[in-house]
């Protein structure tokens, strides 16, 4: 099978960064499913992994960790899914990625694809739906309600929200909670972006989160899910959340933070990675289809939207190493896509 891989780990803008290989086609066992990948999409984990260090590895390593594609084999314990099923799914960063023709994923993190949805369009969700849902559910523990709340109005401030994680997490707090979205962004393409996914207001986190609060009558905020430099956006952080707030993070500290500035207030601190329950198998890992599953219903009825931004064909070395690029650049709105094998 064609597949985009690599051995040793470089600038993107070395050639051998990222290589078109040729591998031998997987068999599925357990419960997995063999996924013919149709179209996949770049997140900055893909460029995370890929990022320059002393490593070299002894076989082609495959990145990816989002596909649109259709089930053609299933492993002897599979019973989620039947050959011919359109799925999506992120996969497992402990496994080959979906930068390959065929790729091996366990049925209990992987959805139906949305029936309303282009592969392309389909592509651009699996991973950042997954990380936004737990964030706001599982972590920050935001209650689902399509209800207004007889209680005092919560809010939320999504700290990077014009990327890929923040575009569907606005989404699903507006369309399945009451709180009121707080999203920042720094260019006016991004806050446009913002407030056409849903969000109540928009502020600048290159300027003081306090100040650009008040200024919209806000005191403080219930709930922050951090997209952006966490080391960066800790201190603001600590300033805004409200006494036993809640705080969620997706970016790794790159240095040391005073966990103390959360301490008088009682504040809860947690991170979200959507790997874990594949990583570790976990009791729960089946939630994932779950949600995807779910996320798939609120698509098709129209509630919410892909947040595909960009698409280029075909999938291989060359136009990742592009998209890779531009990942990188940290300017990216929405998703970027890739679709179809040459």
């Known amino acids: 099978m064609k597949a985009v891989a690599l051995k040793t780990y470089l600038p993107i803008n070395n050639p051998d960064s990222l290589l078109d290989v040729t591998l031998d086609k997987p068999v599925p066992t357990g419960r997995d499913l063999l996924v013919a990948v149709d179209a996949i999409s770049v997140n900055p984990v893909d460029t995370k992994v890929r990022s320059p260090k002393d490593k070299v590895e002894s076989e082609y390593r495959v990145l990816g960790w989002d596909a649109v594609g259709r089930v053609v084999a299933t492993g002897p314990e ?3 899914f ?4 359109e799925v999506y799914y992120a996969g497992s960063i402990a496994r080959a990625g979906s930068n390959s023709e065929f790729q091996l994923v366990d049925e209990r993190i992987v959805g139906h694809k949305p029936t309303t949805l282009s592969n392309a ?3 651009a969700l699996p991973l950042t739906a997954i990380t936004a849902w737990e964030g706001l559910f599982d972590r920050l523990l935001i209650p689902q309600s399509t209800q207004a709340s007889k209680s005092k109005p919560k809010t939320l401030l999504i700290i990077g929200g014009a990327g890929g994680v923040g575009s569907i997490a606005i989404q699903l707090a507006k369309t399945l909670t009451n709180v009121t979205v707080i999203a920042t962004a720094s260019r006016a393409e991004s806050a446009q972006w913002c407030r056409s996914l849903g969000a109540d207001v928009v502020i600048d986190h290159r300027k003081s989160l306090q100040e650009q609060l008040t200024a919209q009558g806000i005191n403080a905020v219930d709930y922050i899910f951090c997209l952006n430099n966490t080391d960066q956006h800790w201190v603001a952080m600590s300033e805004v959340i409200k006494p036993q707030g809640h705080i969620c993070s997706i970016v790794e500290l790159r240095g040391q933070v005073d966990l103390n500035l959360l301490k008088n ?3 809860t601190f947690t991170w979200e990675l959507m ?3 594949s990583l570790f198998e976990t009791d729960d890992m089946i939630e994932q ?11 098709d009825s129209g509630k919410i939207i892909t947040t595909l931004n960009q698409v280029l064909s075909p999938i291989n070395a060359s136009n990742l190493r592009q998209v890779h690029a531009q990942i990188e650049s940290g300017t990216t709105i929405g998703k970027i896509v890739l679709e179809k094998w040459q």
């Not at 039947?82 to 099923?85: L, R, S």
């Not at 289809?289 to 698509?299: E, G, M, Q």
């Open 78 to 80: 599979a019973a989620l």
């Open 82 to 85: 039947k050959v011919g099923d």
């Open 121 to 123: 369009q389909a592509a």
């Open 265 to 267: 207030k009682s504040v």
């Open 275 to 277: 790997f874990t329950r």
């Open 289 to 299: 289809h779950h949600l995807l599953n779910r996320v798939a219903d609120l698509i």
